[in-house]
Structure formats: C-alpha cells, structure tokens
Nanobody, 115 residues
C-alpha cells in the first residue's frame, strides 16, 4: 500500500506564505489527478486545488490567485504554494492521488493562520 507523506505545514501570520509538499512512499502509475484538500474546524473536507496528468489545474474560488498547485515529475512530488494566507485558510491539508484503480490520501498536515 502506497502512502502519501505531506510536509510544510505550520503556524503563519495572516498575509504570510507556506509551501506544502507531498511525496509517495513508493511508485504510483497511471495517475489521473493529484490534488490538495482541506478540512477546517467543524467543516467538511473540501477541494483546494487539483492538477491532472496533462497539467490542467483547477482551484477553489476561495484560493484562486493566492494558491498554486504544481508538480515535479523528476522528484515525484506535488506542491501547494500558499500566499496571502488568511485565518479562514486554517485547516488540516491533505494530498490525494487518484488513478483508475486507486485513491490514495496523505495523513494530513496542519496549517494555522493566526496572529
């Protein structure tokens, strides 16, 4: 069973930046989409950003213009660059990779935006 490992979360002041990373513990083939989701306190898990195998991206309206999803194929790593962070971005962020026969999730990394 492949595991996804996230890193880069932490405490940041409003207006600050963080970069999350996600890498698998093993090889994953035939990826259809890679994405970042988040779950805030008392809220349901929601999509933040997704990138397809062809490189197309899609973002939640709440993060458009502030967050950027990217991938480094050589390192098999996915990133989420988060700028101009707001208190409402506080959540546990999860990475996800989907293929025709699998749906892998990371364990989550906490992002707290507070002064």
């Amino acid at each position: 069973q492949v595991q996804l490992v996230e890193s880069g979360g932490g405490l940041v002041q409003p207006g600050g930046s963080l970069r999350l990373s996600c890498a698998p513990s093993g090889s994953i083939f035939n990826i259809i989409t890679m994405g970042w989701y988040r779950q805030g306190p008392g809220k349901e898990r929601e999509l933040v950003a997704v990138i397809t195998s062809s490189g197309r991206t899609n973002y939640a309206d709440s993060v458009k213009g502030r967050f950027t999803i990217s991938r480094d194929n050589a390192k098999n790593t996915m990133y989420l660059q988060m700028n101009s962070l707001k208190p409402e971005d506080t959540a546990v962020y999860y990475c996800n990779r989907r293929g025709p026969t699998y749906d892998y999730w990371g364990q989550g990394t906490q992002v707290t935006v507070s002064s």
